[in-house]
């Protein structure tokens, strides 16, 4: 079921953004530019800022200082071109199909071409068996897996993934990477969070290393790896407490 | 002690009974406050919703002012429409006063705020959970609040039966712009008032036990509207 792609959105320049909280600075002057392919991981311990860079690129809060840009020919229509997944997805208090319906059901699809691509992404996701069963009744794995499949159904350029197996199991967890791999090799362009360093070393084609709210360093994943070219970086790979 | 036991034993021949004259008293009340439940739910309920989900200047106030329907006295909302439907007052030619429609406007009047206020609540709770899932799907200002009101379904429910028991548990709006006509504008809790002060304790006690029934039904369809979400979440 190939449909053909839109104008590509990316890429995403990043320049110069920074948020404070309640008044406290939590992100600083981030500059990057994300393309379109490698998939690209956001690393950094915990409270470092990964999430709220997350949601300030995919458009849900508004940076301080700063511009988010979509470079790309089909720039226009960069919000239905994205899809993302929440740390703790919500699902609506409906069935799981109903669930992947939503979001074609936004963008003006045809209810047929709609069933059917509902139908093939849980199958895809390997969450057939699923469809009919109520969302919020579903346990935190498959609830997951759903808010996972529930973002592919639109087939979007951008699939942002906060944190995406935080509260999983190691069984559920791999479940769930078989899909995100599905999705990347489907020509997807994937950018997630994670603190989890054997996640990223899975998944990860470039790292930007993030650490009290400034990215310290943007590097192919295997060179990152091999010699991360900031001290903190070093250390995090260390298994070391950062300050 | 022998004249209440007497007056308990009456009551409850009237309701078995079916005594017409307690049947049309309960049927006009459960009708005044069926009707003035739905423009109620028409008008308070979107105005809880927009309330929870907009950002405007005077939020703060407006939701300050919109809790007051939690609190709000029936005798002064009596004395208000009354104003209003009075025949100086500026609706008076439409000779409204002591009608079934006066006690329908009068309800209305006491309950619409009180949905607005519980629903913004539910609503905000909601929001918060939601708008940025909601958001980021793509749903557009009018689709999420249209998804919203969806998803906050049971919760809803449990706020339009509040609403209810207040319309039928109220005296001061019913005896002040109804004035307890007989046939006419003679609710439950008017009549429970008149007959208590001229000593029928057995209408008395027949009607209050009927509203006591209503109210304990409301309550039990509130609470199984609440275990039906949970058995469906659980």
Known sequence: MPRPRAPSILPLRVDGVGIEIGGVPRLCDLRFELRAGPCSVILGPNGAGKSLTLRICHGLLAPSRGSVRWLGPGAARATLEQAMVLQRPVLLRRRVAANLDYPLGVRGVPAEERRERVRATLERAGLSQLAERSARALSVGEQQRVALARAWVTDPQVLWLDEPASSLDPGATRALEETIRA????????????????????????????????????????????????????????????? | MADLVAAFGSAFGLVIGLDPDLLEIVALSLEVSFAALLPAALIGVPLGAVVAVARFPGRRAAIAVLNLGLALPAVVVGLGVYLLLSRSGPLGSLGLLFTPTALVIGQTVLVTPLLAALSRQVFEEHWAEYEETLRSLGAGRVRAVATLVFEARHSLATTLLAGFGRAITEVGVAIIVGGNIQHATRVMTTAITLETSRGDLPLALGLGLVLLAVSLGVNALAQLAQETLRRAEA
């Open chain 1, 183 to 243: 999705i990347r090799s489907a020509g997807t362009k994937l950018v997630m969070t994670t603190h989890d360093l054997a996640q990223a070393r899975r998944l990860a084609d470039e790292v930007l290393f993030l650490h009290r709210g400034r990215i310290l360093e943007q590097t192919p994943a295997d060179a990152f790896f091999d010699a991360p070219s900031s001290p903190e970086a070093r250390a995090f790979l260390k298994g070391e407490l950062l300050p």
